[in-house]
């Protein structure tokens, strides 16, 4: 959603590196193209002039000319004003003390609020609550079909005891009012302790979609009242966001279609022009694609410095800590990596998500985003197939993997030949990257990385060994001659000096009481 924004911002401070000091001209032209980029992101006008004069009058104070590094400070007012106009904190539900916690969605027609509210249950469901959906809008067709269908998707009860309008030629019937209310007795008696409910629209604002959404507040008495606004309809979310914050006087706010390809920069003016906080984000059409919402780490995604907090919330939800616990230990054991553990590590990645997503969490991730674009999701479904058509015997020993072997893997997977080569290749790299970093031996990965004093120790040990070497005598070619030098040596005391002086002659592993497997560590 703010590529755009994202990549204008980034150009922009890369114009301030390498400057140990920077001017008020340099400071004026970083504001205004701050300001340009955040007009062309659709971020409301008085937004956009409030937020540059706080930047401004931050960088030319002393903040910016005493820092080390001027251009980095920049970007850090730049992110700290950017929080600011997203809410500050992250807002959470006020859960009630006593009986359910009752949460009311309110927008226009077409921002998504019923699929939100199949969303926001099952993300409460995660969270150990046990939700309950009432269907509230009578008036828009199949409205209730559709909540009943989101509601079985995330595994959610749904009390609609009014089927509302099945076409757009019936005459809406029920009172919305009352099925709130008994939505909500529904709920108490049942012992549910949040209830979700989801109330009609409108294409525009108008009189009436403000007084039934006000009376339906007046009669249940929510403890939130989420206004769900399209992320994607321009400047005239401000205005749809202020008429509802008049009329039903909202708590909070959710962004629905964060994933599409709109500028998007009018969601961010709501919470800076109505002094309501974003506490949602839907991301995409799947049950799961939906997210709590921080400040802080969205503008991070702005700024392309990353999210890497959500990625870590996301693995310690989805990760098995058992298979984790196994690759651990076989990582410290030096077990060689199969493609047994190969297919197990890509489960539990596919299971926290897409793929692409999560790369774009990474920092940087906007210098890739072509490649990331790029990127087909169906890759892994091929890989893993093909691994699946490896027999058991294959997986875990990948090296009698001939060329009558290969032939039958792609046949089985519906792949090429050479896109099995290819995977091969790459696993081989893998394993032997595996190897590396069991050992502690960092020599040979990308950017030459080692480990602290390992490139001193081992030019050190290289040119030991180079001594020894030269100094060694060849065994002569003689037989008598070789016999007697052999005995020589067998008649000299072996060295067995170490670090702390001369090793006990005596010495014997028992009596050293280690560990059971430790011995192999020695070898």
């Known amino acids: ?287 799961t694609d939906f997210e709590q919402f921080h400040p802080d780490r969205m503008a991070s995604r702005i700024l392309d410095m990353g999210d890497v907090l959500s990625l870590i919330e996301q693995a310690e939800q989805t990760w098995d800590k058992a298979e984790a616990d196994r690759m651990a230990k076989k990582f410290v054991d030096q077990e060689d990596f199969t493609f047994e553990d190969f297919l197990a590590q890509m489960q539990q990645i596919r299971k926290m998500g897409s793929m692409k997503k999560m790369l774009m969490m990474m920092p940087g991730a906007a210098q890739i985003r072509q490649q990331l674009e790029n990127f087909d999701e169906k890759e892994i479904d091929r890989v893993e197939a093909i691994v699946r058509s490896m027999t058991p015997h294959e997986r875990v020993a990948p090296k009698i993997i001939n060329g009558s072997r290969r032939a039958r893997i792609a046949k089985g997977a519906g792949v090429t030949v050479s896109e099995v080569n290819q995977l091969m290749e790459r696993f081989s790299q893998a394993q032997k990257m595996m190897k590396k970093l069991a050992s502690g031996n960092m020599a040979g990965m990308p950017g030459g990385m080692q480990m602290p004093g390992m490139a001193a120790a081992g030019g050190a040990a290289r040119k030991n060994k180079g001594k020894a070497n030269k100094n060694k005598k060849g065994r002569s070619g003689n037989p008598a001659k070789r016999a007697a030098q052999e005995a020589a040596a067998a008649a000299k005391p072996a060295a067995t000096g170490s670090a702390f002086g001369q090793q006990n002659q005596d010495f014997k592993m028992d009596d050293m009481n280690l560990p059971k497997g430790f011995e192999k560590f020695l070898k």
């Open 1 to 287: 959603m703010f590529n755009s924004l994202s990549d204008r911002l980034t150009a922009t401070f890369k114009n301030l590196r390498g400057k140990g000091k920077l001017t008020e001209a340099d400071i004026d032209a970083t504001v205004r193209e701050i300001r340009r980029a955040l007009l062309d992101a659709d971020v409301a006008v008085p937004v956009v002039r409030e937020f540059t004069a706080h930047v401004k009058k931050r960088a030319l104070g002393a903040e910016v000319s005493e820092a080390l590094n001027p251009g980095q400070q920049i970007v850090k007012i730049v992110n700290e004003e950017l929080v600011g106009i997203l809410g500050g904190q992250t807002r959470r539900i006020n859960m009630a003390k006593t009986g359910p916690t009752i949460i009311m969605l309110a927008g226009l027609q077409g921002a998504g609020k019923t699929t939100l509210a199949g969303k926001l249950s099952h993300w409460l469901k995660k969270q150990g609550h046990t939700p309950m959906l009432v269907a509230s809008d009578l008036q828009r067709p199949n409205a209730v079909n559709q909540l009943k269908v989101v509601g079985e998707r995330a595994g959610v009860p749904v009390y609609a005891p009014h089927p509302g309008v099945t076409s757009e030629f019936d005459t809406p019937t029920g009172d919305p009012v009352q099925v709130a209310r008994d939505g909500v007795a529904e709920a108490r008696a049942k012992l549910h302790d949040v209830v979700i409910v989801d109330t009609a629209g409108r294409l525009g604002v108008d009189a009436e979609l403000m007084a039934q959404a006000r009376n339906i507040r007046d009669a249940i008495n929510p403890n939130e009242v989420l206004f769900v606004i399209d992320a994607m309809i321009g400047q005239d979310a401000v205005n749809t966001a202020n008429a509802f914050n008049e009329g039903v006087d909202f708590t909070g706010v959710v962004l629905s279609k964060l994933d599409g390809d709109a500028r998007g920069g009018a969601a961010l003016s709501v919470a800076s022009v109505t002094g309501k906080p974003i506490m949602f984000a839907s991301t995409g059409e799947n049950v």
